[in-house]
């Protein structure tokens, strides 16, 4: 029956959109408990980088699959879905409202249509694919998935190792593009009743806003931030350190570029992400586009999504 399904209100949209203030503002309309779906705020220690919200500024509100995995430990989409269904079934049993924050696009989709089985992965041909990566670099690997598979090659950074290598890898092992596995199995596995809502926010009022939260980020303390992760003994070549903030970070602390070089990289590579993002969230037939500045509009979507019996 649809009307037994879990209802989860999902908040997504491109960094700087303001998710976050706007996810505890509803928790406490709604008495709800927040579900993080940020790929980069389950690791511990990476607060600023991140923009995860200091917990002063929570509100009491409960926040979920925050600070659960340290940088060297392996976590991805089927994981989060696989913790995020565990906390679901535990809040709706207490009758808990449940919002999903979050602008990872995957693991929102994962939540909410799961995943489809990929092929184990085989030894020999990922260590092969890892050492063409360090030999040629990842701009030729890039380009060989975007010949093979365009739609994957766009929804996936040009320098992600893992995820490019493995989508090589699904081809080789299917004969088939990853982006074809993806839309064959079609995210059908259906647990949930979902409002699914993502922030719209005019481009360049959002680059603006991701260009001031940069300059923020620095002067917040995010050097010290990297130099204390380094300092661990995490290393420069873990997947969350490559992540946009940390690796231009790195790069400065090296010497490969000075601190306004380093800065004017994170903007730039951060307005490339939003635009990703947007891009992602944009082919979803299911969001529905939420303009952040009506509080009321979103406040009597969401009450009106709780009410609702069917």
Same mark, same amino acid.
């Given at each position: 029956?649809?009307?037994?399904?879990?209802?989860?209100?999902?908040?997504?949209?491109?960094?700087?959109?303001? #998710?976050? $203030?706007?996810?505890?503002?509803?928790?406490? !309309?709604?008495?709800?408990?927040?579900?993080? &779906? %940020? *790929?980069?705020?389950?690791?511990?220690?990476?607060?600023?980088?991140?923009?995860?919200?200091?917990?002063?500024?929570?509100?009491?509100?409960?926040?979920?699959?925050?600070?659960?995995?340290?940088?060297?430990?392996?976590?991805?989409?089927?994981?989060?879905?696989?913790?995020?269904?565990?906390?679901?079934?535990?809040?709706?049993?207490?009758?808990?409202?449940?919002?999903?924050?979050?602008?990872?696009?995957?693991?929102?989709?994962?939540?909410?249509?799961?995943?489809?089985?990929?092929?184990?992965?085989?030894?020999?041909?990922?260590?092969?694919?890892?050492?063409?990566?360090? #030999?040629? $670099?990842?701009?030729?690997?890039?380009?060989? !998935?975007?010949?093979?598979?365009?739609?994957? &090659? %766009? *929804?996936?950074?040009?320098?992600?190792?893992?995820?490019?290598t493995?989508?090589?890898e699904?081809?080789?092992?299917?004969?088939?593009?990853?982006?074809?596995?993806?839309?064959?199995?079609?995210?059908?596995?259906?647990?949930?009743?979902?409002?699914?809502?993502?922030?719209?926010?005019?481009?360049?009022?959002?680059?603006?806003?991701?260009?001031?939260r940069?300059?923020s980020?620095?002067?917040?303390?995010?050097?010290?931030e990297?130099?204390?992760?380094?300092?661990?003994?995490?290393?420069?070549?873990?997947?969350?350190?490559?992540?946009?903030?940390?690796?231009?970070?790195?790069?400065?602390?090296?010497?490969?570029?000075?601190?306004?070089?380093?800065?004017?990289?994170?903007?730039?590579?951060?307005?490339?992400?939003?635009?990703?993002?947007l891009?992602?969230?944009?082919?979803?037939?299911?969001?529905?586009?939420?303009?952040?500045?009506?509080?009321?509009?979103?406040?009597?979507?969401v009450?009106?999504?709780?009410?609702?019996?069917?």
């Open positions: 029956m649809v009307e037994d399904l879990p209802k989860l209100i999902v908040i997504s949209g491109p960094t700087c959109s303001g #998710k976050s $203030g706007l996810g505890v503002e509803l928790a406490q !309309l709604v008495s709800g408990e927040i579900i993080n &779906a %940020d *790929s980069m705020q389950v690791y511990r220690g990476m607060d600023i980088g991140t923009a995860k919200i200091p917990v002063s500024e929570r509100k009491g509100i409960p926040h979920h699959l925050v600070d659960i995995v340290n940088p060297d430990e392996e976590f991805n989409a089927a994981l989060f879905r696989q913790h995020a269904l565990t906390i679901i079934k535990e809040l709706y049993e207490k009758n808990v409202p449940i919002i999903v924050i979050g602008g990872t696009g995957l693991y929102v989709k994962a939540l909410l249509g799961g995943l489809f089985e990929a092929p184990p992965s085989e030894p020999a041909l990922r260590q092969a694919l890892l050492e063409e990566w360090e #030999k040629r $670099g990842p701009t030729f690997l890039y380009q060989r !998935l975007s010949r093979l598979d365009k739609d994957a &090659a %766009d *929804s996936i950074h040009p320098m992600d190792k893992i995820r490019i493995r989508a090589l699904v081809i080789h092992l299917t004969g088939c593009p990853l982006s074809d596995l993806t839309k064959k199995h079609s995210f059908s596995d259906r647990r949930f009743r979902a409002l699914n809502l993502c922030l719209n926010v005019d481009r360049q009022v959002l680059y603006n806003r991701i260009n001031k940069t300059i980020m620095i002067s917040a303390g995010l050097i010290a990297v130099e204390g992760l380094l300092q661990m003994g995490y290393s420069p070549k873990l997947k969350p350190m490559k992540a946009i903030g940390y690796r231009h970070i790195i790069g400065h602390l090296k010497g490969t570029w000075d601190l306004d070089e380093a800065k004017r990289l994170m903007q730039r590579d951060t307005r490339r992400y939003a635009k990703r993002q891009t992602w969230f944009g082919s979803d037939p299911e969001i529905t586009w939420a303009d952040p500045d009506d509080k009321p509009g979103i406040v009597n979507m009450m009106a999504f709780i009410r609702a019996t069917s």
